[in-house]
């Protein structure tokens, strides 16, 4: 679609301003100026009524949804063999199918669905794992950079604790492939860009993980990877690193672990007093993934204790863990777990609201990207127009209600129209 980078849309409008304050405006005005909201406003100021408006008539708009951390290859078999938890997991299901991605025709079959679902989903902007194939991974940017979403993607390194026809030769060739892909692509797309991708620990040796910190060095990429997700994973970090104090140190050790690199986190559903502690000093994303988490019988991050302190937090699907894309899903899965987690596990945890969880798939996850997930002057436009006339209801309901019951019970179907920094995707 062309560029409209200068226009105005008219619409019931919702955002987070921060997490304690979501902000309605009923039948506002959201003025976006070269690809950045510039302001809502109840009435539209003088200076803005030459520009093109859309009128939504009575459709929500809100920002658009940020998936922090999702696996392109395993969207193959997502919603299939959920009986395992993640060590068996990975053996039986994730390595032989991200090892066929080797083969590019297959890689272009399966990325090519991967890429036009995640373009009529609710996400504007996602950290993606490829896998360890170059070739493959670029094609998979080269299909999100069509999209038009804002994606960052990862070629995978691994080299230790995988089959054979699924791990690297070599810290070595593991660097040098990065360093290729790098080459290749770090100023190749408007809308995607690298992220070093570390599986875990238990597939990085000491070596891969020192050439890998710096490459982030010279390149100053941001890093993804997983963290504290399994108690059976983190038993096999202590036994593989013996010097770490904790999981989250045997990345810090070299340097992968927040501030001065970007870093996102998957799952910190373990992670101790020590390791939280470097997170927050750090500025270390937390990837909540609550549905990969129950699926994985993995368990419940403590999602309070990262609010309360003001942590850097969002969600993610992490399909296949997760079983679909959709970050409504992951927002209404965070509201729920915390209700059990609270119940069963810990009652001085109140669970996540439903305001809190809005805030950590835009506002939340965003700020990974920048100024993205909210309609605060300055931020980048994302936004998507949502449709909820085909739910009636026998009473008026107040912009907040409705959005909580978009959340609950639309799905792709009721997704209208969806921009990212002010480009109209569809
Ligand atoms: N830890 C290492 N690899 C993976 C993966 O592919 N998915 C999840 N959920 N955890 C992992
Ligand atoms: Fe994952």
Not at 42 to 48: A, T, V
Not at 123 to 130: D, E, H, M, S, V
Not at 160 to 187: A, F, Q
Not at 270 to 294: K, R, W
Request: charged fraction near 25%; charge should be negative; glycine fraction near 8%.
């Amino acid at each position: 679609m062309a560029e409209r980078k200068n226009f105005v849309l008219k619409g019931n409008i919702c955002y987070s301003e921060d997490i304690h304050l979501l902000r309605t405006v009923e039948q506002g005005y959201l003025v976006c100026l070269e690809g950045k909201t510039e302001g809502v406003y109840k009435e539209l100021p003088e200076q803005f009524k030459a520009l093109p408006l859309t009128d939504w008539g009575d459709m929500l708009i809100i920002p658009g949804l940020v998936d922090l951390h999702i696996h392109a290859p395993q969207f193959s078999f997502r919603g299939l063999n959920m009986d395992l938890e993640l060590l068996d997991w990975l053996n039986t299901n994730t390595f032989p199918e991200e090892a066929k991605y080797k083969d590019l025709d297959y890689a272009k079959k399966a990325y090519q669905i991967f890429a036009d679902t995640m373009k009529k989903s609710a996400t504007t902007r996602a950290c993606i794992f490829a896998t360890i194939h170059r070739p493959a991974t670029e094609l998979l940017m080269d299909l999100m950079e069509e999209t038009g979403l804002k994606t960052m993607v990862g070629k995978v390194n691994m080299d230790r604790n995988s089959p054979d026809y699924y791990c690297e030769k070599s810290p070595k060739e593991s660097e040098r492939d990065t360093i290729e892909w790098l080459g290749s692509v770090m100023s190749k797309y408007d809308n995607v860009t690298p992220i070093l991708t570390p599986r875990f620990i238990p597939c990085c040796t000491d070596e891969l993980m020192e050439r890998l910190s710096r490459i982030q060095k010279k390149y100053r990429i941001p890093v993804q990877s997983h963290l504290s997700e399994n108690k059976s994973e983190i038993h096999w970090v202590k036994e593989l690193c013996p010097t770490s104090r904790f999981y989250g140190d045997a990345y810090d050790q070299f340097g992968l672990f927040g501030k001065p690199a970007k870093t996102v986190m998957a799952h910190c559903v373990y992670s101790t007093h020590e390791e939280i502690d470097l997170m927050e000093e750090q500025g270390v994303f937390i990837a909540h993934c609550p549905q990969s988490n129950t699926n994985l019988s993995s368990g419940i991050a403590p999602v309070r204790t990262y609010l309360e302190r003001k942590m850097n937090i969002g969600l993610g699907t992490d399909v296949a863990g997760g079983s679909g894309e959709s970050i409504f899903r992951a927002m209404v899965d965070a509201v729920s777990v915390s209700k059990l987690r609270w119940r069963l596990l810990d009652e001085s945890l109140r669970p996540v609201t439903m305001g809190e969880a809005f805030y950590m798939g835009t506002l939340g996850g965003g700020a990974f990207f920048g100024k993205v997930g909210s309609f605060l002057k300055g931020y980048e436009f994302d936004a998507l127009i949502l449709d909820d006339s085909s739910l009636p209801h026998p009473q008026p309901l107040s912009l907040k209600e409705r959005l909580e019951r978009f959340i609950y019970l639309s799905d792709d179907r009721h997704i209208k129209g969806k921009f990212t920094e002010g480009s109209r995707i569809f």
